[in-house]
Every structure is written in C-alpha cells, then in structure tokens.
C-alpha cells in the first residue's frame, strides 16, 4: 500500500526540470575609475531592483505574451525563482517547466523581458550620460536531468513506510494481547 501511495505522489507532482538564465546590469557611461567604481555600485544596486521586478505579476504577464502560453501570472510565478548573489551585478533566473526545452525557454524569456523592459518598469539612469542595462549572458541552461523527485525513490520510500508501520503494528498488536 506504501508503494501504491508513493507512485500515486510521483503520477501527481509529475517530472519537471529547471533551467537558469543569467543577466547582468551594466553602467554605461564612465570616464574615470571614480565614475567607474560609481557605475559598479551603481549596476550593483540597481541588479537588487531588477531581482524585485522579477518577481512581479507584470512581468510574468510579459512572458505569457512573449511566449503565447495559457497561464496566470500568479500560476507563472510559481515557477520562477529570481536571485541576485550577494555583491554582484548579476541577476539569476530558475524556472521549471515540464519538459527542458520549456524550461529553458522560460528562462531565457524571463531575462530577455526584464532586459527589455528596463525603461518601462524602473528608471533606467541615475545621472546624465549613464544608462543602466540587463544585458543577457548566453543562453540558459538546457537541463538533462529532472529537478523534480524521481517516481522510484518516491515509491520505494513510499514501500519503505509501509513497511515499518506494517512492522511496528503487528508489534502494537503483540503487545495489546499480552496484556
């Protein structure tokens, strides 16, 4: 019965895969290595907004449009993480799909629309003659393994469990009759 449960788990959550895409904020626009460092901190910064506005239902209904799918951008969301590692301009996106290519077509999407609309989500310049951009780098990743729990570790452990309740209720019942 354990192992009907956990293959019935791995048949609902299903395979999915997750691929990551990479933008990085750039400064344009400095002469000196005092506007340079600036531009730097600048790009730094700004990547932290750029991770917020990842996160938003307008930009998820962006990629629905871009890539013609039949989702919510609540229900996108779910599948889509945006990190900005710490001190670094770079603005990293996970999304999971159900098949790789999806997958990588969703991330690549997602940091091709952030990149593009820069101008309609935020202000992008800080100073006169400084332009701040995403520029993307490279393609996403095209997942060859799943992300997703593999359905026979979930239904040995699903075999597993049932197995140790088996066990620890005939010695339940031992015990009970003893007394």
Known sequence: ??????????TVMGTTYTSTASGVVVANGGSDSTEALAGENLSKSKA???GSISGTS??????????????????????VTTTVPLDTSEVRVSATAE??????????AWVDVLGTNVGELGD??????????????GQASLPQDPSSTDPVVLIAAGALIGLLLGVFTVIAQAQ???Y
């Open 58 to 79: 307008s930009t998820a209904s962006a990629v629905i449009d871009e890539l013609n799918l039949e989702q919510t951008p609540e229900a996108l969301l779910q599948n």
């Open 99 to 108: 098949s790789p290519k999806q997958a990588q077509k969703l991330a690549d």
């Open 124 to 137: 992008n310049t800080d100073a006169p003659g400084t332009a701040v951009e995403l520029t993307p780098v």
């Open 1 to 10: 019965m354990g192992a009907a449960l956990g293959w019935a788990a791995s």
């Open 48 to 50: 932290v907004t750029f």
């Open 176 to 178: 009970y009759r003893r």
